[in-house]
C-alpha cells in the first residue's frame, strides 16, 4: 500500500458525520483538501452540496471548490431520501440548523470527471475518501478504468464485515444505496480501504465532548456542538447507541491520513446484489479472487481511545478559529 500523501477529495452526502469529516480534512496539516464531490445519500445531492458549500463557509474555508456527483443509485432513475436518514441527520441533513446560505456556486464540471482529472494529475498522490454510496467512483471507472490503479488510496466509508449491518442483518447504509456500484469499486480498485461498522461503532462522542466545542464560544463552535448534539440525541431516541454517537465518517478520513488507527487484514471482496437473497448488499470475501495478490485491506479493530483524542484536537482547533 502506498503511504498517504496530501491531495484529498472528499465524497460527501453531507449529514452530520460528513460535516466532521470535512472539519477533520480542512485542520489537519498532512492534507491539502482540493476539492469535495457531492453525493445523494443522508440528503439529495443538489442539499448536500449545498450543505458542503454552507460548512465550508462556516469555517472559513472559501476556496475548496465542490462538485456535483450522480443523483440517484446506478440501477435507479430517481433517488428519494429514506425517512430514517431524516431522523438521524434531520430534513435536509445538517441537524435542522439554519446555517449562513454560501453565496458561491457549484462548479460547472461534473464530480465524476473532476475524479479522473485529479487521479491522472496526481496518481500516486491523490487519496480519494467517499463517505456515501459508492455511484460516484463506480461512473469514474466505467468512463475511465485506468484510475482504478492511478489514485494513490481510497479510503471508504461503508460495509460491515465482523458485525451486523444497520438496514439489514449484513448490509450497511451507504453500501445499501448502490450495491452494483459497490460491487464494481470493490472488485476493480486497487488500493483500497474499508472502514466500516467494524471499527466505526466503536469510536464514540457524547455532549461532555459538544460541550467542549460550545464553551469556545465561536459561531462555528456552537454550530458543531448544536450539529452533534442532534445527532447524540437521534442515536439515543431510535435505540442506536444510548452511550454516544459514532464518528462513521471522520473515522474514515482519519484512516485515509494515518492508517495506524485500525489494524487491517488483507482481503479481496466483492458486493452481493441479488435482489433474491437475503445478503444483498453484503460486504464479504470475493471467492473468485481468494489467490489473486490482495487490493482491499478492511480494518477490522481501532485505537478508539487515540483517534477520539486527537479526533477531539483538531475540531477544537478547527472550531476555534
Known sequence: FKMASTKMILDLDTGVDDALALALAICDPRVDLIGVIASYGNTLVETSAQNTLNLLHLLGENDVPVYLGESHSSTTDHFDVMPISKAIHGEHGVGNLSLATATRKIEQTSGIQFLIDMAHKYQDELIYVPTGPLTNMAKALKIDPE???LIGNTTLMGGALTVPGNVTPFTEANINQDPEAADLVFTTQENLTMVGLDVTLRTLLTKKDTQQWRELGTQAGTAYADL????????????????GAALHDPLAVAVAIDPSYVVTIPLNMRVTYDKDTKDYGRTIGDRERLLEPTTTNVAVSVNAKRFVRDFMDFMIAVLKA
Open 147 to 149: 484510475i482504478s490503479h
Open 228 to 243: 452533534m448534539d442532534f445527532y447524540i440525541e437521534a442515536y439515543d431516541r431510535l435505540d442506536i447507541d444510548h452511550r
